[in-house]
Protein backbone atom coordinates (compact mmCIF):
# COMPACT_ATOMS: atom_id res chain seq x y z
CA UNK A 1 0.00 0.00 0.00
CA UNK A 2 1.13 3.44 -0.76
CA UNK A 3 2.11 5.99 1.83
CA UNK A 4 -0.06 8.58 -0.20
CA UNK A 5 -3.32 5.95 1.22
CA UNK A 6 -4.54 7.08 4.57
CA UNK A 7 -4.20 3.59 5.92
CA UNK A 8 -0.91 1.95 6.45
CA UNK A 9 -1.07 -1.43 7.04
CA UNK A 10 -2.84 -4.15 5.40
CA UNK A 11 -6.98 -3.72 5.93
CA UNK A 12 -8.61 -4.72 2.77
CA UNK A 13 -12.25 -2.84 4.40
CA UNK A 14 -10.64 0.19 4.42
CA UNK A 15 -10.78 2.96 2.03
CA UNK A 16 -7.78 3.89 0.23
CA UNK A 17 -7.24 7.83 -0.64
CA UNK A 18 -4.96 8.70 -3.57
CA UNK A 19 -3.42 12.27 -2.79
CA UNK A 20 -5.28 13.88 -5.17
CA UNK A 21 -3.21 17.57 -5.20
CA UNK A 22 0.79 18.15 -5.74
CA UNK A 23 2.57 20.71 -3.65
CA UNK A 24 3.28 23.73 -6.43
CA UNK A 25 6.42 24.20 -7.22
CA UNK A 26 8.70 21.80 -4.60
CA UNK A 27 8.41 18.57 -3.28
CA UNK A 28 5.06 16.32 -4.23
CA UNK A 29 2.62 15.75 -1.41
CA UNK A 30 3.69 12.25 -2.10
CA UNK A 31 6.67 13.31 -1.08
CA UNK A 32 5.77 14.98 1.84
CA UNK A 33 3.39 12.41 3.22
CA UNK A 34 6.71 9.85 2.74
CA UNK A 35 8.73 12.54 5.31
CA UNK A 36 5.85 12.52 7.90
CA UNK A 37 5.36 9.18 7.68
CA UNK A 38 9.25 8.80 7.64
CA UNK A 39 9.51 10.52 10.68
CA UNK A 40 7.00 8.24 12.71
CA UNK A 41 9.18 5.69 14.44
CA UNK A 42 11.15 9.01 15.90
CA UNK A 43 7.98 10.38 17.33
CA UNK A 44 7.10 7.48 18.50
CA UNK A 45 9.93 6.81 20.31
CA UNK A 46 9.81 10.32 21.76
CA UNK A 47 5.81 10.43 22.43
CA UNK A 48 5.83 9.09 26.09
CA UNK A 49 8.77 11.48 27.14
CA UNK A 50 6.72 14.54 25.45
CA UNK A 51 3.87 13.70 26.86
CA UNK A 52 5.54 13.58 30.77
CA UNK A 53 8.24 17.19 29.59
CA UNK A 54 4.12 19.08 28.35
CA UNK A 55 6.18 20.24 25.37
CA UNK A 56 6.71 18.15 21.81
CA UNK A 57 10.42 16.83 21.80
CA UNK A 58 13.44 19.34 20.42
CA UNK A 59 14.65 16.35 18.60
CA UNK A 60 11.01 15.72 16.66
CA UNK A 61 10.29 19.47 16.15
CA UNK A 62 14.05 19.43 14.83
CA UNK A 63 13.34 16.87 12.80
CA UNK A 64 9.94 17.58 11.85
CA UNK A 65 11.85 21.33 10.47
CA UNK A 66 14.58 19.38 8.76
CA UNK A 67 11.87 17.70 6.68
CA UNK A 68 10.19 21.12 5.36
CA UNK A 69 7.18 20.23 6.90
CA UNK A 70 6.67 23.79 8.75
CA UNK A 71 7.38 25.03 5.37
CA UNK A 72 3.91 23.55 4.04
CA UNK A 73 2.18 26.51 4.07
CA UNK A 74 4.24 29.52 3.87
CA UNK A 75 4.40 31.03 0.61
CA UNK A 76 6.53 29.89 -2.64
CA UNK A 77 7.95 33.67 -2.49
CA UNK A 78 10.29 32.71 0.50
CA UNK A 79 10.94 29.26 -0.25
CA UNK A 80 7.83 27.79 1.25
CA UNK A 81 5.39 24.98 -0.31
CA UNK A 82 2.14 26.85 -0.33
CA UNK A 83 0.26 23.79 -0.15
CA UNK A 84 -3.84 23.81 0.36
CA UNK A 85 -5.66 22.54 2.74
CA UNK A 86 -5.57 18.90 1.47
CA UNK A 87 -2.16 18.62 1.99
CA UNK A 88 -2.38 20.25 5.16
CA UNK A 89 -4.75 17.17 6.66
CA UNK A 90 -2.31 14.47 4.72
CA UNK A 91 0.71 15.41 6.08
CA UNK A 92 -0.66 16.03 10.07
CA UNK A 93 -2.48 13.09 9.86
CA UNK A 94 0.95 11.18 8.79
CA UNK A 95 2.25 12.65 11.91
CA UNK A 96 -0.79 11.77 14.20
CA UNK A 97 -0.03 8.05 13.71
CA UNK A 98 2.83 8.62 15.58
CA UNK A 99 2.67 11.42 18.48
CA UNK A 100 -0.89 13.47 18.57
CA UNK A 101 0.79 16.22 20.22
CA UNK A 102 3.86 17.07 18.31
CA UNK A 103 1.24 16.69 14.95
CA UNK A 104 -0.67 18.94 16.68
CA UNK A 105 2.01 21.75 16.83
CA UNK A 106 2.78 21.25 13.06
CA UNK A 107 -1.06 21.71 12.47
CA UNK A 108 -1.28 24.59 14.24
CA UNK A 109 1.71 26.27 13.34
CA UNK A 110 1.13 25.39 9.69
CA UNK A 111 -2.26 27.35 9.76
CA UNK A 112 -0.49 30.17 11.57
CA UNK A 113 1.88 30.13 8.60
CA UNK A 114 -1.37 30.37 6.13
CA UNK A 115 -3.11 33.11 8.14
CA UNK A 116 0.28 35.18 8.47
CA UNK A 117 0.19 35.15 4.55
CA UNK A 118 -2.92 37.02 4.55
CA UNK A 119 -0.93 40.17 6.26
CA UNK A 120 0.21 42.83 4.17
CA UNK A 121 3.83 41.78 2.16
CA UNK A 122 5.78 43.79 4.39
CA UNK A 123 4.52 42.09 7.45
CA UNK A 124 5.41 38.83 6.04
CA UNK A 125 8.83 40.37 4.69
CA UNK A 126 9.56 40.86 8.74
CA UNK A 127 8.13 37.37 9.52
CA UNK A 128 10.37 35.23 6.41
CA UNK A 129 12.04 37.82 4.83
CA UNK A 130 15.22 37.51 6.94
CA UNK A 131 14.39 33.72 8.32
CA UNK A 132 12.35 31.59 5.88
CA UNK A 133 12.31 28.88 8.66
CA UNK A 134 10.64 31.47 10.87
CA UNK A 135 6.89 29.74 12.86
CA UNK A 136 4.32 31.53 14.38
CA UNK A 137 2.04 30.79 16.80
CA UNK A 138 -1.43 32.08 17.46
CA UNK A 139 -4.80 32.57 19.56
CA UNK A 140 -8.12 34.12 18.09
CA UNK A 141 -9.33 34.70 21.27
CA UNK A 142 -8.76 38.34 21.84
CA UNK A 143 -7.56 40.69 24.41
CA UNK A 144 -9.93 43.65 24.96
CA UNK A 145 -6.81 45.78 26.80
CA UNK A 146 -5.14 47.77 23.88
CA UNK A 147 -5.41 51.50 22.89
CA UNK A 148 -4.65 53.72 19.86
CA UNK A 149 -1.84 55.63 19.36
CA UNK A 150 -0.11 56.60 15.79
CA UNK A 151 0.05 54.03 13.78
CA UNK A 152 -1.01 51.26 15.12
CA UNK A 153 -2.32 49.67 18.92
CA UNK A 154 -0.54 49.01 21.78
CA UNK A 155 -1.98 45.65 23.43
CA UNK A 156 -2.07 44.00 26.47
CA UNK A 157 -2.93 40.53 27.98
CA UNK A 158 -2.69 36.98 28.26
CA UNK A 159 -3.56 34.36 25.56
CA UNK A 160 -4.20 31.07 26.92
CA UNK A 161 -3.92 27.47 24.99
CA UNK A 162 -1.04 28.76 22.23
CA UNK A 163 0.08 25.18 20.51
CA UNK A 164 3.10 25.77 19.26
CA UNK A 165 4.13 28.69 21.05
CA UNK A 166 7.10 27.34 22.84
CA UNK A 167 9.01 26.29 19.31
CA UNK A 168 7.88 29.61 17.51
CA UNK A 169 9.35 32.56 16.85
CA UNK A 170 6.10 35.04 16.09
CA UNK A 171 2.75 34.72 17.21
CA UNK A 172 -0.98 35.95 15.79
CA UNK A 173 -3.14 36.98 18.80
CA UNK A 174 -6.65 38.63 19.25
CA UNK A 175 -7.02 42.29 19.96
CA UNK A 176 -10.14 43.85 20.32
CA UNK A 177 -9.99 47.99 19.40
CA UNK A 178 -12.49 50.23 21.01
CA UNK A 179 -13.66 53.77 20.09
CA UNK A 180 -13.10 57.00 22.05
CA UNK A 181 -16.50 55.67 23.79
CA UNK A 182 -15.20 52.70 24.87
CA UNK A 183 -17.56 50.80 22.29
CA UNK A 184 -16.10 48.19 19.87
CA UNK A 185 -14.60 49.13 16.81
CA UNK A 186 -12.87 46.47 15.43
CA UNK A 187 -11.54 42.84 16.15
CA UNK A 188 -7.86 41.61 14.96
CA UNK A 189 -5.27 39.09 14.95
CA UNK A 190 -1.88 40.83 15.79
CA UNK A 191 1.04 39.52 14.79
CA UNK A 192 3.79 40.27 16.84
CA UNK A 193 7.39 38.76 17.57
CA UNK A 194 7.94 36.43 20.39
CA UNK A 195 10.94 38.36 21.70
CA UNK A 196 8.10 40.87 22.80
CA UNK A 197 6.40 38.20 24.61
CA UNK A 198 6.70 35.80 27.29
CA UNK A 199 5.18 32.51 27.95
CA UNK A 200 3.68 31.45 31.23
CA UNK A 201 3.13 27.50 32.17
CA UNK A 202 -0.08 26.71 32.30
CA UNK A 203 -0.66 23.50 30.24
CA UNK A 204 -1.63 20.78 32.45
CA UNK A 205 -4.34 18.46 30.86
CA UNK A 206 -5.27 15.50 30.66
CA UNK A 207 -4.52 15.20 26.98
CA UNK A 208 -2.79 16.56 24.08
CA UNK A 209 0.00 17.23 26.91
CA UNK A 210 2.42 17.33 24.61
CA UNK A 211 1.40 19.79 21.91
CA UNK A 212 2.63 22.32 24.92
CA UNK A 213 -0.29 24.49 24.43
CA UNK A 214 0.81 27.32 27.11
CA UNK A 215 -0.21 30.88 27.69
CA UNK A 216 1.11 33.82 25.71
CA UNK A 217 1.61 36.87 27.80
CA UNK A 218 2.23 40.40 26.32
CA UNK A 219 2.65 44.06 27.95
CA UNK A 220 2.00 47.43 26.36
CA UNK A 221 3.17 45.64 23.54
CA UNK A 222 3.03 48.15 20.15
CA UNK A 223 1.58 46.66 16.87
CA UNK A 224 1.66 48.60 14.62
CA UNK A 225 -0.72 48.72 11.81
CA UNK A 226 0.63 46.52 8.52
CA UNK A 227 0.25 43.71 11.19
CA UNK A 228 -3.30 44.02 12.06
CA UNK A 229 -5.39 41.67 10.26
CA UNK A 230 -9.03 42.77 10.29
CA UNK A 231 -11.24 39.60 11.63
CA UNK A 232 -14.12 40.49 9.96
CA UNK A 233 -12.51 41.19 6.79
CA UNK A 234 -11.22 37.99 6.90
CA UNK A 235 -14.32 36.16 7.59
CA UNK A 236 -15.35 37.71 4.41
CA UNK A 237 -12.58 36.50 2.60
CA UNK A 238 -10.97 40.16 2.39
CA UNK A 239 -7.48 39.62 2.83
CA UNK A 240 -4.57 42.66 2.41
CA UNK A 241 -2.06 40.88 1.01
CA UNK A 242 -1.44 42.08 -2.23
CA UNK A 243 -0.58 38.70 -3.54
CA UNK A 244 -3.88 37.75 -4.80
CA UNK A 245 -2.08 35.21 -7.84
CA UNK A 246 -1.32 33.04 -4.98
CA UNK A 247 -4.60 30.55 -4.80
CA UNK A 248 -3.58 29.29 -1.30
CA UNK A 249 -4.31 32.01 0.48
CA UNK A 250 -7.66 33.20 -1.02
CA UNK A 251 -9.50 30.17 0.58
CA UNK A 252 -12.63 30.77 2.79
CA UNK A 253 -11.31 31.93 6.47
CA UNK A 254 -12.83 30.29 8.81
CA UNK A 255 -13.59 26.76 6.52
CA UNK A 256 -9.95 26.77 6.16
CA UNK A 257 -8.55 27.45 9.80
CA UNK A 258 -11.62 25.01 11.71
CA UNK A 259 -11.07 21.83 9.20
CA UNK A 260 -7.17 21.79 10.05
CA UNK A 261 -8.41 20.61 13.69
CA UNK A 262 -9.04 17.27 12.01
CA UNK A 263 -5.64 16.78 10.39
CA UNK A 264 -4.03 15.22 14.21
CA UNK A 265 -7.31 13.60 14.74
CA UNK A 266 -7.40 11.17 11.44
CA UNK A 267 -4.17 10.20 12.29
CA UNK A 268 -4.75 9.56 16.02
CA UNK A 269 -8.36 7.09 14.38
CA UNK A 270 -5.87 5.23 12.28
CA UNK A 271 -3.08 4.85 14.91
CA UNK A 272 -5.38 2.68 17.42
CA UNK A 273 -6.86 1.00 14.61
CA UNK A 274 -3.92 -0.23 13.23
CA UNK A 275 -2.77 -1.01 16.84
CA UNK A 276 -5.72 -3.43 17.72
CA UNK A 277 -5.81 -5.34 14.52
CA UNK A 278 -2.33 -6.15 14.69
CA UNK A 279 -2.82 -7.17 18.87
CA UNK A 280 -5.61 -8.99 18.35
CA UNK A 281 -4.71 -12.44 17.02
CA UNK A 282 -2.16 -12.62 20.46
CA UNK A 283 -4.95 -11.48 22.70
CA UNK A 284 -7.75 -13.69 24.53
CA UNK A 285 -10.71 -12.35 25.95
CA UNK A 286 -10.70 -13.18 29.38
CA UNK A 287 -12.82 -15.25 31.00
CA UNK A 288 -14.20 -16.60 27.57
CA UNK A 289 -13.42 -19.58 25.53
CA UNK A 290 -11.55 -17.00 23.27
CA UNK A 291 -8.47 -17.71 23.12
CA UNK A 292 -8.06 -15.14 20.46
CA UNK A 293 -9.98 -12.06 20.01
CA UNK A 294 -10.12 -12.46 16.06
CA UNK A 295 -12.46 -15.59 16.67
CA UNK A 296 -15.01 -12.96 18.43
CA UNK A 297 -18.02 -12.29 16.18
CA UNK A 298 -18.20 -9.61 18.71
CA UNK A 299 -14.60 -8.42 18.38
CA UNK A 300 -15.02 -8.61 14.69
CA UNK A 301 -18.42 -6.38 14.14
CA UNK A 302 -16.82 -3.95 16.81
CA UNK A 303 -13.22 -3.63 14.68
CA UNK A 304 -15.90 -3.12 10.97
CA UNK A 305 -17.83 -0.40 13.16
CA UNK A 306 -14.35 1.62 14.28
CA UNK A 307 -12.95 0.97 10.64
CA UNK A 308 -16.06 2.23 9.49
CA UNK A 309 -16.44 5.14 12.07
CA UNK A 310 -12.50 6.25 10.85
CA UNK A 311 -13.38 6.21 6.89
CA UNK A 312 -16.54 8.16 7.46
CA UNK A 313 -14.30 10.89 9.65
CA UNK A 314 -11.97 10.65 6.17
CA UNK A 315 -14.74 10.80 3.75
CA UNK A 316 -16.03 14.13 4.98
CA UNK A 317 -13.08 15.64 6.40
CA UNK A 318 -11.23 15.03 2.59
CA UNK A 319 -14.80 16.08 0.96
CA UNK A 320 -14.52 19.66 2.77
CA UNK A 321 -11.14 19.97 2.57
CA UNK A 322 -11.24 19.26 -1.41
CA UNK A 323 -14.33 22.40 -1.66
CA UNK A 324 -12.15 24.55 0.38
CA UNK A 325 -9.57 24.29 -2.05
CA UNK A 326 -11.19 24.45 -5.56
CA UNK A 327 -13.07 27.57 -3.95
CA UNK A 328 -9.79 28.90 -3.70
CA UNK A 329 -8.53 28.18 -7.17
CA UNK A 330 -11.52 29.77 -8.66
CA UNK A 331 -10.84 32.55 -5.79
CA UNK A 332 -14.49 32.15 -4.68
CA UNK A 333 -16.12 32.76 -1.29
CA UNK A 334 -18.03 29.53 -0.27
CA UNK A 335 -21.79 29.86 -0.38
CA UNK A 336 -22.67 30.31 3.69
CA UNK A 337 -24.50 26.78 3.74
CA UNK A 338 -21.29 25.01 2.83
CA UNK A 339 -19.80 27.21 4.95
CA UNK A 340 -21.46 26.25 7.68
CA UNK A 341 -21.49 22.64 6.82
CA UNK A 342 -17.36 22.74 7.28
CA UNK A 343 -17.90 23.59 10.65
CA UNK A 344 -20.16 21.00 11.26
CA UNK A 345 -17.96 18.69 9.14
CA UNK A 346 -15.04 19.41 11.87
CA UNK A 347 -17.02 18.68 14.75
CA UNK A 348 -18.69 15.11 13.09
CA UNK A 349 -15.13 14.36 11.67
CA UNK A 350 -13.52 14.43 15.60
CA UNK A 351 -16.53 12.86 16.82
CA UNK A 352 -16.14 9.99 14.77
CA UNK A 353 -12.43 9.47 15.75
CA UNK A 354 -13.61 9.71 19.14
CA UNK A 355 -16.50 7.07 19.09
CA UNK A 356 -13.90 5.27 17.29
CA UNK A 357 -11.26 5.68 19.72
CA UNK A 358 -14.10 4.59 22.62
CA UNK A 359 -15.15 0.76 20.51
CA UNK A 360 -12.12 -0.11 20.35
CA UNK A 361 -10.55 0.42 23.34
CA UNK A 362 -14.16 -1.55 24.39
CA UNK A 363 -12.63 -4.45 21.42
CA UNK A 364 -9.05 -4.37 23.36
CA UNK A 365 -9.87 -4.30 26.57
CA UNK A 366 -8.34 -2.77 29.78
CA UNK A 367 -5.08 -3.60 28.36
CA UNK A 368 -5.13 -0.46 26.37
CA UNK A 369 -5.35 2.12 29.86
CA UNK A 370 -1.78 0.66 30.50
CA UNK A 371 0.57 3.33 30.93
CA UNK A 372 2.87 1.65 28.69
CA UNK A 373 -0.26 1.18 25.83
CA UNK A 374 0.02 4.26 23.55
CA UNK A 375 -3.53 3.44 22.87
CA UNK A 376 -5.00 5.19 25.94
CA UNK A 377 -3.03 8.32 25.17
CA UNK A 378 -4.30 8.05 22.06
CA UNK A 379 -8.15 7.70 23.32
CA UNK A 380 -6.87 11.10 25.66
CA UNK A 381 -5.32 13.14 23.02
CA UNK A 382 -8.50 13.06 20.70
CA UNK A 383 -10.82 13.11 23.25
CA UNK A 384 -9.09 16.57 24.37
CA UNK A 385 -8.77 18.16 20.91
CA UNK A 386 -12.09 17.04 20.55
CA UNK A 387 -12.93 20.00 22.67
CA UNK A 388 -11.83 22.69 20.85
CA UNK A 389 -13.98 25.59 20.52
CA UNK A 390 -13.71 26.06 17.07
CA UNK A 391 -14.57 22.30 16.42
CA UNK A 392 -17.43 21.72 18.87
CA UNK A 393 -19.95 19.59 17.42
CA UNK A 394 -22.92 21.02 18.80
CA UNK A 395 -22.02 24.28 17.58
CA UNK A 396 -20.86 23.06 14.09
CA UNK A 397 -24.42 21.23 14.16
CA UNK A 398 -26.43 24.31 15.28
CA UNK A 399 -24.83 26.34 12.76
CA UNK A 400 -25.33 24.29 9.99
CA UNK A 401 -28.56 24.00 10.89
CA UNK A 402 -29.66 27.55 11.06
CA UNK A 403 -27.84 27.81 7.49
CA UNK A 404 -29.87 25.46 5.95
CA UNK A 405 -33.52 26.67 7.29
CA UNK A 406 -32.45 30.29 6.84
CA UNK A 407 -32.59 31.10 10.51
CA UNK A 408 -30.35 34.29 11.35
CA UNK A 409 -26.97 32.98 12.83
CA UNK A 410 -26.87 34.71 16.44
CA UNK A 411 -24.00 32.39 17.98
CA UNK A 412 -20.85 33.25 16.28
CA UNK A 413 -19.37 35.47 13.21
CA UNK A 414 -17.04 32.54 12.73
CA UNK A 415 -18.57 30.79 9.71
Known amino acids: MKTSEYVTHNEPALAQWPVQQPVKSGPSLQELVRRATGLQPLLMKNAAEAERNRRASEESIEAIASAGLFRLMVPRRYGGYEGTLRAHLEVSAALGEACGGTAWVVALTNVCAWITSLYPQQAQDEVWGANPDARVAGVFTPSTQSRRVEGGLVVSGKWYFSSGSL ?197 HGAGGFAESSPLQRWWRDSNTAARHAVGLPAIGLELYGKALLGVENNITPLV
Open 167 to 363: HADWASIGVIEHDENGAFKKQYLALVPMSELSIEDTWFTAGMRASGSNCIVGNEVFVPDHRLLDMMAAIDRRYPTECKDEASYRASFVPFAALILTGPQLGLGRAALKFVIEKAPQRAITYTSYEKQTDSTVFQTQVAEAAIKVDNAHLRAFRAADEIDAAALRDEQLDDVTRARARADTGMVTTYITEALNTLLWA
